[in-house]
């Protein structure tokens, strides 16, 4: 069990604070009485205006295809269906969103031109239900041209790969180098260079609650919109530039509560245009619900990175200098505030080590794959798993203790705050004080002798660590790195991050704080009312907090939002000097009434009193409450009202520096992990034995809640380690639509963690806090990946282990079998493009197939489920077919063509197809060759498959495919035999009837 | 049965958490929105309607099912069990809510209602499980805040009060 | 993710059951606990005119330990068969397979029948059917039908079953003295589909041995008088003759690998 300890609660760093009564302590929490009784508020559960509609979203099946036509007059005519919004709509009243990078790449709310991932949208109907708009998608025909997809991120890359934007002309959309130090002279000098490439895949925190939103058109008033969007609220700038409002005509509210978020629900922000359109068309409010199908397939992913590090390294272990050169792949769009995911870690690319020397080469590639976003973490799991993945290189190619490496190459205490190469301010911690917990207590010694016990009995134990740096608190101004410095000057400074809060103070003596954080479970409104209880003397009970977020209402600013482990460090700062600040007020009043000095007054225990003279005091309420309705008594210069709002921004955060050094973040939180892993030799299955992670995340507000922080964190990474990935087919499919295939944790899958802290205050945020919400999705995946590394003692690791791939690894040591079947064999990889060969004997002669081709109503018979069939051209046909597999069942509209015609030898049949389910494409050719009086018919095939039922569907396709086919051709020589089918027998029947 | 055609609102009357309540829906209507948009349950709650995350899980007739894998017309008649249910007309928690809330069991909170009606089932079924049969049970459930962990011991803590009382 | 349009009867009884599948045929779809279906509806995968629900009907849900098998109706929750006391006595193998059947929500309202007539080719029930030689009982209109589960299975999500039949219950044959059996599993996560399925029977001639998740439906093999020193080779030469199936999260080549891994310990263990 969890073995939690405090080692030092130090001094709070500024004289502003009181008594902690609060602050610190494990309080239970205020949001979890309405969250357990169904009493919550998320954007579903709230009623809307009468006459409200709801959408449904038209997604492409393809990975990259030409958008010809669309036909919706059919779904515009279905009853209940009330506005059907395209493209034509999209142009008239929209822009492309906002680009991070200067590109003539266009990002609109509906595919225009292209589809360029599956899933992306393409039309949007507004119905009287939901279920009624589904129905309405159903009947809308698109027309597609298809168009090879690049799925490889370093194939994006290449020149001659193909473009998704043509008028950008390469996927290569950011390209920048930078030097610090000199790297070079560092690398020629070096004892040792130990190079690594790594890969990281996509994947998500996929929260429970998808995204969802109210939106209203309100004719000269703009846009009125509520959603589960968390901001970072500078993209409500984005949001209002593509609508062509001003921020002031776009109103966005958040539903008091939010499924969990992660940084996915940011992923909202096209949608929320979106839906601000088709209100628009609609004349009514619109309500769309994202569902899980939508959002594992279209919502937002982390990026997949690609990374080759090297390191210059002395034979101690010390390391002189890093060169990063990284591929970032984004997906079809960049979409803000990408490619941010670089930029947020770039001032700290050394991570926790004292390094002099860096060089990085930075590339952004665009593939046909959904576009990514925020995923907890942002950015740190990609550059951890390339930097501790190379220290665990270092010790292993040096041969030393990767403790020692740790040791020799950690900043030391006595440099804080310490200015990292790329320009990153780290504001405190002891890095070795806080590798000793975790190895402490004789817990990595442990370690290390159950890993000799079981290598002795040969079993594969590895041990793993990982050191990270978890950054919060962003700097606004880090994306601006991507530019060039002139190009920087040219648009001016960026910077800050600034936080908000409001405190106030009602007749009864009530405190609210109102701030805009927009949370998603971590529990703001208990904290903030921690916080405001010691600065006021109050019971946290007595602390009305709002989270709720209205760009109408609140004071915010470009920074607000739910990202970035802001909370702890910015918004509980804000709200405790906002807090200050009223109380400083109510104090200069009591002082006049009590006709003592000010500096005397204290609050305790609901009582505001003079310390000197403790017989003058006054109930805190009946002090307020003189505000209200004695304005008189209130101090000749101070103004009447009892409310406080505070803008705060670390002074840290300056702007990107000439030479790109940039501070990204305000805080520096440290994280050391180690774990040990055993691999069933058998299964290749990973267990995680032990796992231990120590935290440093300066002043802990609530280590309950922290500690749940830290678990959530540690699970979500378990399973990126373990289980989770967005999986693609080569040809864009996409594959992990349900949650049965893309595999979160689940309680079987997480153990639990023994969590260590150690509180070194940061100086630079007003409570001493930094933010630790992201730190094991940062250390987690590596340090398991460290552990597999170790225990199998190889190179090359990559996310996530599955028992496949790492089976793959240890080794199957194939038996001397039976040599494969004439069954019809698929290549064995995994996730890749259906193919499928096989032979069949016919009884026809290859003349008589070949008669068949040339006849269009036996044509006709050969395809299975085939309703009509008409020529339109030579050899080529259109038809209506319906596939069935068990209950599955789906009506494609296909294209027949015939080619390469060699009689009686050989052809190429291909077809392609559309329908609800998605599209399909095959050819193989097929060669005959007489036999007896008949003939011997071997088809190769290969097929692809994309859309909905590829999504949803991947773990079948392998059989299905090579059940239509072989059904296919069993009856391409029925039919050339002269077989007829019985009309009152559908051909599966029959089929089933051979097949018994 | 007469059938009930696909245009047609039938009408359905259940017991919802004790009280006789009746709505209409369609025949493909599915529980969860029925419970949720027309009786105006929304305690329970939607996260993937195929089944596998377990956010929507409620009780039926007593045990815990999924109520986005059940029409809203093959709830006509029975009992139907959600989060409003478990907390009493003063607003009490249960113990098992206790049990959630003192073991930080929940973040973001919208898993738990299924959570919760999943353990109100099984654990009048298994009194005194072990730690593993209890994340054998939670493993119907997908809670992407918490890791888990303080949920099982919440479970544990509350099954331990229960049977030593 | 909202189904399309359907109608919908609630059966009062098998008879009515029948009747509707004789009037709608391959338009129509059982409901019985839609722990398969109601999925596939929600998806629009499948889109039947006619939905006919057995799950209340009285006379599909019922067990019986009768003529040396244990019968389980069309509308028998596999909770039901799950909490049977004397389970594990009389069919020890699905006993040992319940852990690994899915979770407790979906087990409280799926049915055994209905596993059968779904026929995923990772499903733990038609494995265990076939590997204890159980038969499913058909009823149409005209008629009834026991089709052993050897001859019911054509593939991923494909049966013997003809559209206007009703499978009415399916049959475990009970433990015969002497009789030994072992289940094991590898999913990727405890109560997901079966990377690799398999179980054993043993009786004093021979062992027999079923695989589900390999190939596009549950495959078995029966070995006489096999000794255990053969069985090596023997089940590696199964696996290979495998015709596995490649899908996103493991390779043909991996699940032949866990069908020997796997096959071994349940032989061994049902010999021992």
Redesign the interface.
């Known amino acids: 069990m969890?073995n939690n300890k405090t080692l030092s609660t130090p001094s709070p760093p500024t004289s502003t604070r009181l008594n902690n009564l609060h602050v610190g302590q494990?309080l239970?929490?205020f949001?979890?009485?309405a969250?357990?009784?169904?009493?919550?508020l998320?954007i579903?559960?709230l009623g809307v205006k009468p006459g409200t509609l709801y959408a449904a979203i038209l997604r492409s099946p393809h990975a990259h295809a030409r958008l010809l036509a669309i036909n919706s007059e059919k779904a515009a005519q279905l009853a209940g269906v009330r506005a059907i919004l395209t493209r034509d709509d999209v142009k008239r009243w929209s822009a492309p969103f906002v680009v991070g990078v200067k590109s003539p790449m266009e990002c609109w709310s509906l595919a225009i031109e292209k589809v360029r991932y599956v899933g992306e949208p393409v039309v949007v109907v507004v119905a009287e239900s939901?279920?009624i708009a589904?129905?309405a998608l159903?009947l809308i025909d698109v027309e597609y041209q298809a168009l090879p997809a690049i799925v490889e991120i370093v194939r994006a890359g290449e020149s001659n790969a193909v473009v998704l934007h043509d008028a950008v002309g390469s996927n290569v959309v950011s390209d920048r180098s930078f030097r610090y130090g000199d790297p070079e002279s560092a690398f020629a000098s070096a004892a040792h260079r130990v190079e690594l490439t790594v890969d990281y895949p996509r994947n998500s925190?996929?929260?429970?609650?998808?995204f969802g939103c109210v939106v209203e058109y309100l004719g000269d008033d703009g846009y009125d919109v509520l959603s589960n969007f968390m901001g970072p609220f500078s993209l409500h700038t984005v949001m209002a530039l593509a609508l062509k409002v001003p921020g002031t005509k776009l109103r966005h509210r958040t539903p008091p509560?939010?499924?969990?978020s992660?940084g996915v629900k940011q992923s909202g922000l096209p949608y929320i245009v979106l839906m601000c359109l088709a209100a628009r068309k609609a004349g009514a409010p619109v309500k769309w619900i994202e569902?899980?199908?939508e959002h594992l397939t279209a919502a937002t992913s982390a990026t997949a990175r690609h990374t080759t590090i090297e390191a210059a390294v002395q034979p101690d272990g010390k390391i002189t200098a890093l060169r990063y050169d990284q591929i970032d792949e984004c997906g079809a769009y960049l979409r803000a505030p990408e490619p941010a995911t670089f930029y947020r870690m770039h001032g700290a690319l050394t991570g926790a080590y004292d390094i002099p020397n860096l060089a990085v080469h930075n590339r952004v590639v665009l593939t046909n794959k959904t576009p990514t976003g925020l995923v907890r973490g942002f950015g740190g799991p990609q550059v951890y798993f390339a930097l501790e993945r190379l220290i665990q290189r270092i010790a292993v190619e040096l041969k030393l203790d990767p403790i020692d490496v740790y040791r020799r190459n950690f900043v030391q205490k006595n440099q804080f705050p310490y200015r990292a190469t790329a320009g990153a301010l780290l504001d405190s911690g002891d890095y070795h004080a806080a590798l000793a917990i975790g190895a402490g207590d004789s817990r990595l010694a442990r370690l290390r002798a159950k890993q000799d016990a079981a290598r002795s009995e040969g079993r594969l134990y590895g041990i793993g660590f990982a050191a990270i740096l978890e950054p919060s608190i962003s700097n606004m101004g880090y994306i601006s790195t991507v530019l060039s410095p002139e190009a920087r000057a040219k648009a001016g400074p960026k910077n800050g991050a600034i936080s908000s809060a409001t405190v106030a103070i009602d007749p009864l003596g009530g405190v609210t704080v109102v701030v805009a954080s927009a949370p998603?479970?971590?529990?703001h409104r208990t904290v903030l009312a921690q916080v405001v209880a010691d600065v006021f003397g109050l019971q946290p009970k007595d602390i009305q907090v709002n989270v709720e977020f209205d760009t109408e209402k609140d004071a915010w600013s470009v920074a607000a939002g739910n990202y970035s482990s802001r909370f702890a460090g910015a918004v509980a700062g804000a709200a405790h000097l906002a807090a200050i600040k009223l109380r400083d007020k109510l104090a200069r009043a009591a002082a006049q009434n009590f006709g003592v000095d000010t500096s005397s007054i204290s609050f305790e225990n609901g009582k505001i009193f003079s310390r000197m003279q403790p017989d003058k005091a006054q109930p805190f309420a009946r002090l307020a409450a003189g505000f209200h309705w004695s304005p008189a008594l209130v101090p000749a210069d101070e103004s009447p009202g009892l409310r406080e709002t505070v803008f705060w921004s670390p002074e840290q955060l300056a702007a990107p520096d000439a030479d790109d050094r940039v501070n990204t973040s305000a805080a520096y939180g440290f994280v050391f992990d180690i774990c040990g892993v055993e691999i069933d030799r058998?299964?290749?299955?990973v267990r995680i034995d032990d796992y231990i992670t120590t935290h440093d995340a300066g002043t802990l507000l609530n280590p309950?809640?922290a500690?749940?922080q830290i678990?959530?964190?540690?699970?979500?990474a378990v399973g990126a380690a373990l289980?989770e990935e967005f999986?693609y087919g080569d040809d864009g499919a996409f594959?992990?639509g349900?949650?049965?295939?893309y595999?979160?944790?689940?309680?079987?899958?997480?153990p639990?963690p023994t969590i260590l802290h150690l509180e070194t205050p940061s100086p630079f945020t007003p409570l001493g806090a930094k933010g630790l919400g992201e730190g094991n999705n940062m250390s987690t995946p590596v340090c398991i990946a460290n552990a597999v590394a170790d225990a199998l003692n190889v190179k090359e690791v990559t996310l996530p282990l599955?028992?496949?791939k790492v089976?793959?690894m240890v080794g199957?040591n194939?038996?001397?079998?039976?040599?494969?079947?004439a069954?019809?064999t698929?290549?064995?990889?995994?996730?890749?493009g259906l193919s499928a060969a096989g032979t069949i004997d016919i009884s026809a002669t290859p003349e008589n197939v070949f008669d068949v081709l040339n006849d269009p109503n036996k044509l006709a018979q050969v395809i299975p489920g085939c309703h009509n069939l008409t020529a339109i051209g030579k050899d080529h046909y259109r038809a209506d077919v319906t596939i069935k597999?068990?209950?599955?069942?789906?009506r494609y509209q296909v294209e027949v063509k015939l080619s390469e015609l060699d009689p009686p030898r050989s052809f190429v049949l291909s077809g392609k197809g559309i329908s609800?389910?998605g599209v399909s494409e095959g050819s193989g050719r097929i060669t005959l060759a007489p036999r007896d009086g008949g003939a011997t018919l071997h088809y190769d095939y290969s097929a692809n498959v994309s859309g909905?039922?590829a999504a949803?569907?991947?773990?079948?396709?392998?059989?299905?495919a090579?059940?239509v086919l072989k059904q296919l051709f069993e009856k391409l020589g029925q039919v050339a035999t002269g077989d007829s089918v019985p009309p009152t027998r559908?051909w599966?029947?029959k089929l089933?009837a051979k097949?018994? | 049965m007469k059938p009930i055609r696909s245009n047609e609102h039938a009408t359905i009357s259940l017991r919802l958490n004790g009280f006789e309540r009746t709505g209409h829906a369609e025949p493909r209507m599915l529980l969860c929105d029925f419970l949720r948009h027309k009786l105006g349950a929304t305690g329970t709650h939607v996260g993937c309607e195929h089944g596998v995350c377990g956010a929507c899980t409620v009780r039926v007739d007593g045990v815990a099912a999924r109520s986005c894998l059940m029409l809203a017309v093959q709830a006509d008649g029975r009992q139907i069990d959600t989060v409003e249910g478990l907390t009493d007309s003063d607003g009490l928690l249960n113990d098992l809510q206790q049990s959630f809330k003192r073991h930080h069991a929940l973040q973001c909170g919208f898993c738990t209602a299924g959570i919760l009606m999943s353990c109100m089932d099984y654990l009048q079924r298994v009194p005194n499980p072990s730690e593993q049969q209890v994340r054998d049970m939670l493993s119907g459930h997908l809670c992407r805040c918490t890791g888990y962990t303080n949920i099982v011991n919440a479970v544990l803590d509350t099954a331990n009060r229960r049977t030593s009382a | 993710m909202k189904p399309a349009k359907f109608d919908y009867i609630r059966a009062d009884s098998a008879d009515e059951a029948l009747r509707l599948l004789a009037e709608y045929g391959d338009e129509a779809r059982i409901l019985a606990g839609g722990q398969s279906l109601m999925p596939m509806l929600n998806m629009r995968l499948t889109q039947p005119q006619v939905l006919i629900d057995i799950s209340q009907t009285d006379d599909l849900n019922f067990m019986r330990a009768e003529d040396g098998t244990l019968r389980i109706g069309a509308a028998t929750t596999q909770a039901r068969l799950e909490w049977r006391e004397q389970l594990k006595n009389e069919v020890p193998l699905v006993h040992q397979a319940f852990p690994h059947i899915s979770h407790f929500q979906i087990r409280n309202r799926g049915t055994v029948c209905g596993s059968i007539a779904h026929a995923d080719p990772s499903a733990e029930f038609p494995l265990c059917l076939l590997a204890l030689g159980g038969e499913i009982s058909l009823r149409s209109k005209k008629g009834s039908r026991l089709v052993p589960a050897n001859e019911f299975f054509l593939g991923t999500l494909r049966t013997a079953r003809e559209p206007d039949e009703l499978i009415e219950s399916v049959s475990f044959p009970l433990l015969k003295p002497r009789q030994q059996f072992a289940f094991d599993e590898f999913s990727m996560r405890h109560g997901d589909y079966a990377i690799v399925a398999v179980a054993a029977v043993a009786d004093v001639e021979g062992v027999t041995f079923a695989v589900g998740g390999v190939a596009d439906r549950p495959v078995s093999q029966y070995w006489r008088g096999v000794s255990g020193n053969d069985m090596d080779a023997v089940i590696n030469d199964y696996s290979q003759s495998l015709d596995a199936q490649n899908d996103q999260h493991a390779s043909a080549i991996y699940r032949k690998h866990l069908v020997r891994v796997l096959g071994k310990r349940v032989i061994e263990r049902v010999l021992s």
């Open positions: 969890t494990p239970e929490r949001e979890d009485n969250l357990l009784s169904g009493r919550g998320f579903d559960d939901r279920y589904e129905d159903d925190c996929t929260p429970i609650e998808c509560d939010s499924g969990g992660f569902d899980r199908l998603a479970g971590q529990g058998d299964t290749g299955r309950a809640l500690d749940g678990r959530g964190g540690f699970a979500q289980l999986r594959l992990s349900t949650f049965a295939d595999l979160a944790p689940t309680s079987c899958d997480v639990e599955t028992p496949s089976m793959a199957i194939a038996p001397e079998g039976r040599a494969q079947s069954l019809p698929m290549p064995n990889q995994e996730g890749r597999i068990g209950i599955v069942k789906a609800a389910m909905k039922v949803i569907g991947a773990r079948m396709l392998d059989s299905a090579k059940f559908p599966w029947q089933t097949v018994k």
